[in-house]
């Protein structure tokens, strides 16, 4: 419909138009800070974190155990039975080389993001499963090197330096056999 | 510790920010509207002739009958005080030292929503308020050119 209209009304302006003044115009900036509340599994894991260890949650009906860890199990929608411990070796799932930072700046060297899928406690058995991974970064890698399967391990901060933050953990590196 | 426990290391709350910024341009009629603030220090109204109304601030299209409006009227600077409030906190919710005046100055069939500089007890419903603009030199085309209005002297 867009297609018959040769002519819209209105007056399209350039950044120079307001450099130069020709309208009048308001510019604001919108107070919006927030405090999201971590809630109990979340700030489980986030109090991990700052420990040093990786916490999901397990379910002993479903033999399940979710990173991050829920509550609520989502295969039987019991309550979950328990916190867990993870190792923080895991297996590359997926990534992507990434050749722009989030505010849309080019890069020369890609940033790596990933899902990590990661490696269950010695504790649980062989029939337990970890459902998906967490998001994360690859580093101290040659990023021609990435593969999927790969086997990776956390680079953590300094235990003085985490604050309970997904950061804590700076990147995971691959495992050198 | 069960499971719905809150770990005792854990943070409360992740803060953050989000860096929304906007830029607001008036429009057609905002824009001659606010330019005639600057320039002339006059308050404008557009006229419907057809509705017999008023519109202030002076709109490009009239509400009730969608005509173009072209009959744009200065409307001077006293309007009449429909009514007003008096606040004891500010935008951030904090209590102010000297409270502070809001009020609605009807003009035409429409009004302004503008800050009273005036005792409290001066003030009544429907009497003259006048509009104190800032020095022509520096008037940049907003609402706050007009700096306050006040009871009407005498």
């Known amino acids: 419909m867009t297609a018959k209209i040769k002519h ?32 109990v599994g979340i700030g489980t894991y986030l109090a991990g974190l700052k420990r040093g260890v990786i916490m999901g949650s397990y379910c002993a009906t479903c033999h399940k155990t979710v990173v991050p860890p829920r509550t609520v199990c989502e295969w039987c929608f019991r309550p979950m039975d328990e ?45 337990s499963v ?25 680079v953590w901060k300094k235990p003085e330096q985490r604050m309970g933050a997904i950061t804590d953990i700076l990147y995971f590196k691959p495992i050198k056999d | 510790m069960t499971l719905l426990e809150r770990d005792k290391d854990a943070p409360q709350a992740w803060h953050g920010n989000l860096p929304v910024t906007s830029r607001y341009t008036y429009g057609i ?24 109304h008023t519109y202030v601030p002076a709109a490009a299209f009239c509400e009730r009958c969608l005509a173009e409006l072209t ?37 035409g069939d429409g009004g302004i929503v503008h800050k009273l500089e005036a005792d409290p007890d001066d003030l009544d419903i429907g009497i003259p308020m006048q509009a104190i603009l800032k020095p022509k ?10 700096l306050y209005f006040k009871p009407v002297e005498g």
């Open chain 1, 83 to 127: 916190y867990v411990p993870v190792r923080d070796t895991g297996t590359v799932n997926t990534f992507s080389l990434c050749y722009v930072t989030w505010d849309v700046k080019r890069i020369k060297e890609p940033e790596i993001p990933a899902v990590i899928h990661l490696d269950g406690s010695s504790e649980l058995s062989d029939a």
């Open chain 2, 137 to 146: 030199s520096k008037r940049e085309g907003s609402i706050l050119d007009i």
């Open chain 1, 8 to 39: 819209f009304p209105g007056t399209s302006l350039s950044e120079k138009d307001f450099d130069e003044k020709k309208v009048l115009f308001v510019h604001d900036e919108l107070k919006a800070d927030y405090a999201w509340d971590t809630g």
């Open chain 2, 71 to 107: 009959e744009w009227v200065d409307v001077g600077l006293v309007g009449e005080l429909h009514t007003y409030t008096v606040l004891f906190v500010d935008y951030e919710g904090r209590q102010l030292d000297e409270p502070e005046l809001v009020g609605f100055i009807t003009f």
């Open chain 2, 29 to 52: 009629a905002g824009e001659r509207f606010f330019r005639t603030l600057k320039d002339e220090g006059k308050i404008m109204g557009a006229v419907c002739p057809d509705c017999d």
């Open chain 1, 130 to 154: 970890i459902m998906g991974g967490i998001m994360h970064k690859l580093g101290d890698v040659d990023p021609k090197k990435v593969k999927i399967g790969m086997r990776v391990q956390a």
